[in-house]
Every structure is written in structure tokens, then in C-alpha cells.
């Protein structure tokens, strides 16, 4: 899928466990519930070198959807690679779960880290 490119890509399924991990303990971190978490989708991309020589490079972006049971890579495709840019993390959640956060929590989720 990625050629040769290795530097700024997901190779491994501990990677993608890894970011299955990362997303629960975000999702921990702000209390939403277990209950909740059902059809969540997670994309992510890994961030980039600063330096601009990269600018053609080639990275990987993930995406993760949450079952009854735990985190299932439903999509994996070539990205493209900007320059400095950050890695790419965000959690989108269904309406209900976000409506149960707003009402019951009291507040705004913050942007992923």
C-alpha cells in the first residue's frame, strides 16, 4: 500500500493496538461511558519531521471503529505528508453518546492529544 515509505506510516498491528489503547484512555480521561463508546471512529495519521525535504512523502492513515468488544481497524489508505504537521487524531462519536456527555457531564470535550 505505502511502497517503500516506512518512516512516517503504521506497519504493525501493535501500532494500531498501540493507538486502540491511546484511544480508550482519551476516552477514560473524559469520562465518557463504556455504553457510549459503541460505533466511535477513531482517524489517525502520524506526524511529520520538520523538515521540508519531506514534502513528497508518503504516510498511512488509520481508521478504527469501536465494537461491543473492543477497537476494529475498519480502513487503512496512503496519505499524504505535509511538512511539520502534527500527528492526526481525531474521535468522532455518535449523537447520542456526545447529547449524553453534554447533558450529563456538564461540558465540552476538548480537542484530542
Do not use: Q
Request: charged share 25%; aromatic share 8%.
Amino acid at each position: 500500500m505505502n511502497g517503500k515509505a516506512v518512516g512516517f506510516t503504521v506497519t504493525s498491528e501493535t501500532d494500531i493496538a498501540d493507538l486502540a489503547v491511546r484511544t480508550e484512555r482519551y476516552l477514560d480521561k473524559h469520562e465518557i461511558p463504556s455504553r457510549d463508546r459503541l460505533d466511535a471512529k477513531l482517524i489517525f495519521r502520524p506526524a511529520s519531521l520538520t523538515a521540508n525535504a519531506y514534502r513528497r512523502a508518503i504516510s498511512t492513515e488509520i481508521k478504527l471503529t469501536r465494537g461491543g468488544s473492543g477497537w476494529y481497524l475498519t480502513g487503512a489508505k496512503r496519505a499524504p505528508l505535509y511538512p511539520r504537521a502534527g500527528d492526526h487524531f481525531l474521535i468522532t462519536m455518535t449523537d447520542r453518546a456526545l447529547c449524553n456527555v453534554i447533558a450529563f457531564g456538564g461540558y465540552t470535550l476538548p480537542p484530542a492529544t
